[in-house]
């Protein structure tokens, strides 16, 4: 049976110690933040997610969803851990008090977010996708829908999801074929099919509000072949009418759900929209004005964007519970003698954690594990700062929109390598279901794929994140990382500081190849992308676990009762110079080799 216990200790480390959240009083959202009241919810989360959703995650798995003439069923659990998980107001946790949210700073709730995805990935998906579905309705619907659809889905009434992919259209949206007509009242009838929705449809709550994406046709009725008509639209299971009352079921159908790999207790859906009846969100298009993109398109930009971010930390989460039962399993198996000699010479065998190679995989996941939490925490301050009226708001708005490519595939990528690992410290055993690690594998491998696939997101890092503004982002980000590493400049802290430096070396030095290289030939930066991707990753969580090593070193020098838990920070900060920190100038190579050889390829 597999287990999960949140991590609460590394919370606080960052929240409080890190970072110091109870004394950012000046940001959005964080007025009234304590250390009891951050401590207070986490603790309550953790209860939540090990006690109501790890129990049903294996069995979620086994038995999957279920589509019987027309309709979707969750796993046995599901409803009941729901109606709990709505109950305790979960799912409002970092809404507008307004809405009925609880108004919580992000850095609170992606905490909250991973603790459930560790748990039960299937399961967090759904409110999960809700949250993002309001948080956009809010940005950009109508008064009534604010006043009437919003709150339900804050309080997780009704719940919502992203509709963008179609059979023949997934990343290039400008193969769109979903249309949207306008009608005399206003409202739009839709036609077309969307594919791979999660949450597209459940048995869970009583309405489900789609975020659609869809072009508008030309007064011809064509639809044309770029962004500009590209529209964002409200489409409800069951419709709503201004007054807020639900009325008939729209013309949204369910045509089946996905067979696939992992997550198998999340309802990944094929839906059919047959003059079903939208709404468009943001302003409308004005007749004959060019525009490269839609002004409703800002919506569901913002909403992939915060998915991007949660998809980030959903490998983290993978990440963690693979290597919390990777190092449950290594502490009760015993194979083989230590190297250096019997550690239990009164056992038949010693235990599988004393085998070095074991021990490297554990690290390996532990490390990236811990460094990205914070890489993320670090971010998700960053946005409330952005939002925020300090000097500083416009840097950290910038860093975020460099930070979210790299979170979203760095992170997914790492949590699918930490999964792995822990699956082969069981060897034999890993490979079979019942263990339940061999689930963290295939739910963790969807992670890479969807809301952009990780070498798209490498693309948007080199192709627009890097020039910006005129490279504001990474310009901000290395002077920061520079300015650190000068201010700490000791011996004590020269195990950390060194390889930060060569690391960042590295990671300018490519920077320039890039800019030289990619405006002449986009190839070189096309080939370049995911390698350099991976290093700014290697080298910004390599960052953080300076910082983190500085703090630990600081805390020791005081004899704390907990002296182990910042001994353990020092050993994976060295683990991650010594062992992640040498990729940097191998990725560097890579990069520097162009794309001559790769475009060869027929």
Known sequence: ???????????????????????????????????????????????????????????????????????????????????????????????????????????????????ATSANQSFAMYPGLTSAAYSA???????????????????????????????????????????????????????????????????????????????????????????????????????????????????VQT????????????????????????????????????????????????????????VGIQGIATGEVAYQN?????????????????????????????????????????????????????????????????????????LVELMTPVIKAFFTDMGFEAANLAMQCYGGHGYIRDNGVEQFVRDGRINQIYEGANGVQAMDLVGRKLGRKGSAAPMALFQMISGWLAENDGEALAPFAGPTRRGLDALQQATLWLAQRGMANPDDAGAAASDYLRLMGVVVVGWMWARMAKLAQEKLAANPPNAAFYRDKLMCAKYWMERMIPECPMLVERISAGSATIMQLA
């Not at 960052?14 to 110091?20: D, G, K, Q, W």
């Not at 829908?145 to 992919?165: N, Y």
């Not at 079903?276 to 930009?301: C, H």
């Open 255 to 310: 045509g089946g759900i996905e067979k696939k790999m992992g997550i198998k207790g999340q309802a990944t859906c094929v839906l059919n929209f047959d003059d079903a009846i939208a709404w468009r969100l943001g302003p409308k298009p004005v007749p004959g004005e060019k525009r490269s993109t839609s002004a409703g398109m800002a919506g569901m930009f913002g909403m992939m964007n915060a998915a991007r971010m949660g």
């Open 326 to 398: 990777g190092m449950a399993y290594v502490h009760e198996r015993r194979v083989g003698r230590a190297l250096s000699g019997p550690a239990e010479s009164d056992k038949a065998a010693d235990l599988l954690i004393v085998h070095p190679d074991v021990k490297r995989m554990l690290l390996h996941a532990r490390s990236f594990v811990e460094g990205a939490r914070a890489l993320a925490m670090w971010t998700t301050l960053n946005m409330s700062i952005a939002r925020s009226g300090r000097p500083e708001a416009d840097t950290a708005g910038h």
């Open 1 to 115: 049976m597999p287990v999960y216990r949140a991590p609460l200790d590394d919370y606080r480390f960052l929240m409080h110690e890190l970072l110091e959240v109870e004394k950012q009083h000046d940001l959005p959202q964080f007025g009234e933040l304590s250390a009891d009241l951050v401590d207070d919810v986490l603790n309550n989360a953790a209860k939540f997610c090990e006690e109501m959703l790890q129990p049903i995650n294996q069995s979620g798995d086994e038995e999957g969803c279920h589509f019987e003439n027309g309709v979707v069923r969750t796993p046995k659990g599901f409803k009941e851990a729901y109606a709990a998980y709505r109950e305790a107001g979960w799912g409002g946790l970092g809404a507008p008090e307004e809405y009925g949210g609880s108004g919580l700073p992000i850095i609170v709730t992606l905490a909250v977010a991973e603790m």
């Open 137 to 251: 309705l809010i940005a950009t619907g109508a008064p009534w829908m604010k006043e009437h659809i919003a709150p339900r889905m804050v309080s997780g009434e009704w719940a919502g999801t992203m509709c963008l992919t179609e059979p023949g259209c997934g990343t290039d949206l400008r193969l769109m074929k979903t249309r949207a007509v306008e009608q005399p009242d206003g409202t739009y009838r839709m036609n077309g099919t969307k594919i791979f929705i999660s949450g597209g449809d459940q048995d869970l709550t009583d309405n489900i509000i789609h975020m659609v994406i869809a072009k508008i046709p030309d007064a011809d009725g064509k639809l044309h072949d770029d962004l500009s008509t590209v529209n964002f639209f409200m489409v409800p299971k069951f419709l709503v009418g201004e007054d807020g009352r639900m009325g008939a079921r729209n013309g």
